[in-house]
Nanobody, 123 residues
């Protein structure tokens, strides 16, 4: 059983920053690649960022490259998403996910999901 609990969402002005956290419990998350996804109202869920099991490799959607940074602390079973220079189009529910693979390439299938945290960026 894997449990993923996100936190850190909220309301921020355009140009501002937020840091999301995801704490994992159960199946050892430190052995697997982790990722962040988001879903805006009326849109499909989309990939945002992924990180390999060691943290040595990362993968980003083009829309967030240079603005978002994914990182992990395996000792704390926690994955982070630092979001800078935020835009109104970043508004979405953000989900943490755990894959069944260790690497980020090829982009893995994610098997376990958190409940999501709302991020709203005002213009």
């Amino acid at each position: 059983q894997v449990q993923l609990v996100e936190s850190g969402g909220g309301l921020v002005q355009a140009g501002g920053s937020l840091r999301l956290s995801c704490v994992a419990s159960g199946r050892t998350s430190s052995n697997y690649a982790m990722g962040w996804f988001r879903q805006a109202p009326g849109k499909e869920r989309e990939f945002v960022a992924g990180i390999s099991w060691t943290g040595g490799s990362t993968d980003y959607a083009e829309s967030v490259k240079g603005r978002f940074t994914i990182s992990r602390d395996n000792a704390e079973n926690t994955v982070y998403l630092q979001m800078n220079s935020m835009k109104p189009e970043d508004t979405a529910v953000y989900y943490c996910a755990q894959s069944r693979s260790r690497a980020t390439t090829p982009r893995p299938t994610y098997a376990y999901w958190g409940q999501g945290t709302q991020v709203t960026v005002s213009s």
